[in-house]
């Protein structure tokens, strides 16, 4: 069983940063694709950005490409989320998940575990 624990969520004003972490209970998280998705009340859970279990893959929504960077490190168990130039439509949960596979999917059903989430505001 894999537990993934998201932290550093919070208010920040428009064209601030934010950097998300998601701290996983195994170290065989090594050997698993990781994916941050958002959702904003009323709204369908949406991909963010997901890293290979190498970190060599990775793949962004268009609407946070050239804004977010998504990154991993194997010692730590541990996968960032670093958000630059927040926009208030970047407003939502931020949840991190994770899958056993060599490619790096894009939908949420694909991913077998999920954190709790941490909240993310942007002011406008």
């Known amino acids: 069983q894999v537990q993934l624990v998201e932290s550093g969520g919070g208010l920040v004003q428009a064209g601030g940063s934010l950097r998300l972490s998601c701290a996983a209970s195994a170290r065989t998280i090594r050997t698993y694709t990781m994916g941050w998705f958002r959702q904003a009340p009323g709204e369908e859970r949406e991909f963010v950005a997901a890293i290979s279990w190498s970190g060599s893959i990775t793949e962004y929504a268009d609407s946070v490409k050239g804004r977010f960077t998504i990154s991993r490190d194997g010692d730590k168990n541990t996968v960032y989320l670093q958000m630059d130039s927040l926009k208030p439509e970047d407003t939502a949960a931020y949840y991190c998940?994770?899958?056993?596979?060599?490619?790096?999917?894009?939908?949420?059903?694909?991913?077998?575990?999920w954190g709790q989430g941490t909240q993310v505001t942007v002011s406008s």
């Open positions: 998940a994770a899958e056993r596979a060599f490619v790096v999917p894009t939908t949420a059903l694909a991913y077998d575990y």
